[in-house]
């Protein structure tokens, strides 16, 4: 049976049910970078300790990690000096990184390429637009970090375009899509109470936002367009925490159709997801945007901005619209556009619920194991 070392910095919802899964098929170990410690999420503003089960039915093993202050968000926060030595110890016949932008991740690609096949997992994309001068030095640097890898798993489209972009070839590009725990957001739940609780009538439309509440985001977009829109009945509830939190609580607290709740762990999610009418997901620079899957899998209208990665690949008619980032009057004119025929919107979630079963776990692990059973010249 062949074996698989994985190296990632922590353990993640949207991936551990992914490694239980490739242990059906093949011997599988999975190295984590970051330590033992809970880590850290600057985004929400807290250490998160996730209510679903990480760590069940496959293989790891916890780095030690040297680094001067522990970090997730930082190049130098993840130090991991046996790193090598104990991926070697296990002879793996592959090996899978997620991420190259840690000092031991990137570290370990240069140490085994020519070893053995590495196979890479990220999600950037070329959206976010930067001077010619960085464009450059950028385009240089990371040619050079991506000829340390043999294939990337490219989760949508403007990730595929972003590896090309660097230098990567068809052949070295297989398709694993971004992912979440479909089954779980589209069973049905008791949503109707959290409208209770929120004092919303079942009649009313609710908007949602849910996420980090954080600059990029576009939280203050969101709450201007949907104020200019001034939809009858129709309430905006923000889910989610970070460093914005307090301010937008204050500004806002004089309208009483915006709602806001604390971050909320996985088992509440789906209720939270199927208690409103339209999702929005209005960020600036977002890679991808898993809140969108997750409110597709509840059977949920999106509207994306055109910022975020997933906006191409899950945004069609039949369930959505793409505003353009930053515009409050296009934003505006898109909520109004979607909310404008009520009735629809069971439809567009229908469209939503049936186009994201395609990118689900399943789907990654098939085409991981198809990169894997593929002839990689190392």
Not at 132 to 151: E, K, Q
Not at 315 to 328: A, E
Request: hydrophobic share 45%; proline share 5%.
């Amino acid at each position: 049976m062949k074996k698989l070392a994985i190296v990632i910095s922590h353990p993640i919802p949207y991936y551990t049910p992914v490694f239980e899964l490739l242990t059906k098929a093949l011997e599988l170990c999975v190295f984590y970078t970051l330590g033992y410690e809970k880590p850290y999420d600057p985004g929400f503003g807290m250490s998160i300790d996730w209510d679903v089960p990480l760590l069940n039915n496959y293989s790891y093993c916890f780095l030690k990690n040297k680094a001067l202050k522990p970090n997730s968000a930082h190049f130098m926060g993840i130090y991991n000096p046996t790193a090598i030595a104990e991926i070697s110890a296990y002879h793996p016949d592959y090996l899978l990184i997620y991420g190259w932008a840690h000092y031991s991740h990137l570290q370990i690609m240069r140490h085994f390429k020519g070893k053995i096949p590495i196979l890479f997992r990220g999600d950037s994309t070329l959206l976010h637009r930067r001077s010619w001068l960085i464009n450059g030095l950028r385009r240089y640097f990371l040619s050079w970090v991506y000829r340390h890898i043999d294939l990337a798993l490219y989760v949508g489209t403007n990730n595929k375009n972003y590896y090309q972009q660097f230098g990567l070839t068809p052949r070295q590009l297989i398709f694993v899509p971004h992912a979440i725990d479909n089954e779980r957001f589209a069973k049905p739940t008791v949503h109707k109470a959290l409208r209770v609780e929120l004092g919303i009538m079942a009649t009313d439309l609710v908007i949602l936002y849910a996420g980090k509440l954080i600059p990029k985001k576009g939280i203050e977009l969101l709450i201007a367009g949907f104020l200019l829109a001034d939809i009858p009945n129709a309430h905006l509830l923000i889910v989610g925490g970070g460093p914005l939190e307090k301010v937008l609580k204050v500004t806002h607290r004089c309208h009483k159709n915006i709602h806001f709740m604390a971050f909320q762990n996985q088992q509440k999610m789906p209720e939270v997801y199927q208690s409103c009418d339209v999702f929005c997901l209005p960020s600036t620079n977002d890679t991808w945007g898993l809140a969108a899957n997750e409110a597709m899998a509840a059977g949920k209208a999106i509207l994306i901005s055109d910022q975020a990665g997933a906006a191409v690949d899950l945004v069609t008619p039949f369930n959505g619209l793409v505003f353009k980032s930053g515009n409050v009057k296009d934003f505006s004119q898109k909520l109004l556009q979607i909310c404008s025929h009520p009735s629809a919107l069971q439809l567009l979630g229908y469209f939503s619920k049936q186009q994201i079963m395609h990118w689900s776990f399943a789907a990654q692990v098939k085409n991981i194991l198809k990169a894997i059973n593929q002839d990689i010249n190392v």
